[in-house]
């Protein structure tokens, strides 16, 4: 091979591997998704029949993903009746000064839902100061749980949410958060982190939302995810079933170091619970 030709190869291999970073960089971690999903009832819990749960996690509002980013995530719910709007952990990267944005992006997702809004703590909030991304959080009325539960309202029924802590940092104690419900009432577990959920089934929920891994992030055809958080290497994305509860993992609506993504773009995700014996399912 020439000099020239082997140059000119060269050439378009640098500019192809150029564009190719260039979107997993630029592009593909702005594109976010709406996913819906399905999530079977227990046996006594009808009247629940047709809630709808809109579900955003990982915002990792900060140097990689602004509040303007968020707001296009959430603007795919716009015209989806919601209920009640569940957040799961990792609202800000780097520093809590973030935490402002965040909120502000998130804010009329919780004031269009008539049952307001419920958190749970990631990793990464907890080490920021997580006194400054609660108080924001507070400021649009969402309710911030740790190792509690708290009851809404629906249809004349009543819906346990039940927040455990982060386990990565935090003080995750699910007996504590499971204590107070009261007996036949149905619980869903909100909980940053999905490798414990064997925990949040054995004490009687019957779903669990999580969030932690972004999906990998990047992940490679026949391969999957290059790389998992610790406490998120059982299950990285999607839906599963942990003794007989469903478990749903969003990939996350932001980005963190390194700030690609690939084959999991980023989601808000729309939750609606249904009574009529269907299997959990991604719809």
Known sequence: MNRRLFAAIAGI???????????????????PVLEHVVFPLPVGAEKLHGMRIAFVTDTHTGPFTSGEDISRGVALLDG???????LGGDYVSESNIYATSMADALAPLVAGAPLGGIAVMGNHDLPLGVDRVRAELERIGVLVLRNESHM??????????VGIDDTVVGHANPVRAFANIPEQTPALALWHEADFAEEAA?????????????????????IGSIWLPPDGRKRDLGLY???NMPVYISRGLGVY?????????????LITLRSDRSAAAIV
Not at 80 to 86: G, K, N
Not at 152 to 161: D, K, R, S, Y
Request: hydrophobic share 45%.
């Open 202 to 222: 054995r004490l009687g929920a019957f779903a669990q939302l999580s969030g932690h891994t972004h999906g990998g992030q990047v992940r490679l055809p026949l």
């Open 152 to 161: 809404v309202n629906f249809n004349g029924a009543q819906l346990a949410i």
């Open 257 to 269: 170091r390194p700030p690609l993504r690939l084959l999991a773009p980023p989601e808000v995700t």
């Open 80 to 86: 989806q009746h919601v209920d009640l709007v569940l």
């Open 13 to 31: 291999g640098t500019v192809a591997a150029g564009l190719a970073y260039w979107r997993l960089r630029h592009v593909y971690p702005y594109e």
């Open 241 to 243: 079933e942990v003794e």
